[in-house]
């Protein structure tokens, strides 16, 4: 089995600052891609950012939030910034795993509460 952890949400102000972070663990040969997502009250699950060999971010993070790997800990971070009330969501990150057993599939964590607001 290949499990992922989040760190890091909580409550913050607007303007603020907050770093997540992503564990990978588990029967895993390799990780293409690790990224993270959001979803907030009542909207669909969103794509945050990725990272491969390249980066990908969403349209409305863009130059506020960093995207970052740590490839020999298996984990991934999301450094966000100037924070606004909007981005409110549980963030959970993504994987996209070679197992042991041969197989490729991506996998999800149980999510992180983030919480902007005065």
């Known amino acids: 089995q290949v499990q992922l952890a989040e760190s890091g949400g909580g409550l913050v102000h607007p303007g603020g600052s907050l770093r997540l972070a992503c564990v990978a663990s588990g029967n895993i040969v390799s990780i293409n891609v690790m990224g993270w997502y959001r979803q907030a009250p009542g909207k669909e699950r969103e794509l945050v950012a990725t990272?491969?060999?390249?980066?990908n971010y969403a349209d409305s993070v863009k130059g506020r939030f960093t995207i970052s790997r740590d490839n020999a800990k298996n984990m991934v971070y999301l450094q966000m910034n100037s924070l606004k009330s909007e981005d409110t969501a549980v963030y959970y990150c993504?994987?996209?795993?070679?197992?042991?057993?041969?197989?490729?599939?991506?996998?999800w964590g149980q999510g992180t509460q983030v919480t902007v607001s005065s």
């Open positions: 990272m491969a060999s390249t980066t």
């Open positions: 993504n994987a996209w795993v070679t197992t042991g057993w041969g197989t490729r599939r991506d996998f």
